[in-house]
């Protein structure tokens, strides 16, 4: 049986009762996805997630070591152990005696950690990912507890330790580790727009001006300052903050994750996710507390097991593929990080 979701975001009270019915009617559009008219997105090329040279010299004891490549976690400690056999005081022991595996997701990004208005529950890839890491620990995929956080919750609650684990479209930067520690990419996507059918807009260079709204503590936002300095910034607590206030009028685009994005068009027929090329590469990895490298390199061996044996396109095929296309190859892992 699964247990019960506990949520831990709060949402601004000012418009409560239009923003209540918008997104009553936009959940309301996802039950009923296919008489929308939905899914017009189509994927486009992504940027290479940026490279960086290899070190030259180790760094000195002591010292944390620098973040020549983003994408570098801690390599497996060989095979995945068996949920039996999992090694004597590891993280992993603890969880396991625990009875569950708490992970911070989002309730309200369409395809990725939404809540099924039909089901009761939350669902989509980044729940699927938090499944998996679950079975590897239980031998049961249903021994988790889902904690619901904004964006900006994010890391205080991996270092605060209220969660094991943060699978919410969080994207591997260098900042970002001087935080937590980082699973091997899981996940390739890209920034884009989204604005409504007829918009001149096509691309973020065609926003100077207008309003154009991002969660706060985003990587998202942090681009839209860089990429689009003389477009005006708007702040919500999650993609459907902005979705209700794009609704409203009050921003003329949002932008975010081509994958975000595509949850978003399928909850409202008037917009659109225009043809274009994404400015950013954002690669998702799973958020673990820095001091827990075991566990780190434990998720990084069930990843590793994901991408041979067929688990990771199931998982794409069955939230993804339609709204996305075809299934690429699982993004590679990179390791060579050391605590």
């Not at 009761?120 to 239980?138: C, L, Q, S, W």
């Not at 969660?163 to 930067?173: E, F, G, L, P, S």
């Amino acid at each position: 049986m699964k247990l019960t979701n506990r949520e831990a975001s709060r949402g601004s009270s000012s418009s409560v009762g239009r923003s209540r019915l918008l997104v009553a009617l936009a959940t309301a559009c996802v039950a009923v996805v296919s008489a929308c008219s939905l899914f017009s997105y189509a994927p486009t090329p992504l940027p290479e997630a940026p490279a960086s040279p290899a070190p030259t010299s180790a760094s000195p004891a002591g010292t944390p070591e620098p973040c020549r490549d983003p994408l570098a976690s801690y390599a497996p400690n060989g095979d995945l152990p068996s949920p039996n056999d999992l090694p004597r005081g590891s993280t992993m022991a603890k969880i396991r005696e625990r009875g569950r595996l708490v992970a911070g997701v989002s309730a309200d990004t369409y395809l990725l950690g939404s809540r099924n208005p039909e089901k009761g529950r939350i669902e989509g890839f980044d729940i699927d990912m938090v499944k998996a890491v679950a079975k590897a620990i239980f031998g049961d995929e249903d021994k988790y507890q889902l904690r619901v956080i904004t964006a900006a919750q994010r890391i205080p609650a991996l270092q605060e330790g209220e969660v094991d684990i943060v699978a919410r479209n969080m994207t591997i930067n260098c900042d970002r580790w001087k935080q937590i520690a980082f699973s091997t990419e899981y996940y390739r996507s890209g920034q884009k727009i989204l604005v409504r059918k007829g918009a001149k807009a096509k691309s973020i260079a065609d926003l100077d001006g207008q309003r154009v709204c991002a969660p706060k503590g985003t990587s998202s936002m942090d681009n839209l300052i860089k990429k689009a300095p003389k477009a005006i910034p708007v702040g919500a607590d999650n993609h459907t903050g902005c979705l209700v206030m794009f609704q409203e009028g009050e921003v003329a685009a949002i932008t975010g994750d081509d994958t975000v994005l595509a949850g978003l068009a399928a909850q409202d027929p008037y917009a659109v996710v225009p043809e274009q090329t994404a400015f950013t590469a954002e690669p998702y990895g799973l958020g673990i507390n820095s001091k827990n490298v075991d566990f780190v390199r434990f998720v990084n061996a069930k990843l590793a097991e994901m991408r041979s044996n067929g688990e990771w396109t199931a998982i794409y095929d069955r939230w993804l593929a339609e709204p996305l296309g075809p299934a690429p190859s699982p993004p590679k892992a990179v390791y060579g990080r050391n605590p």
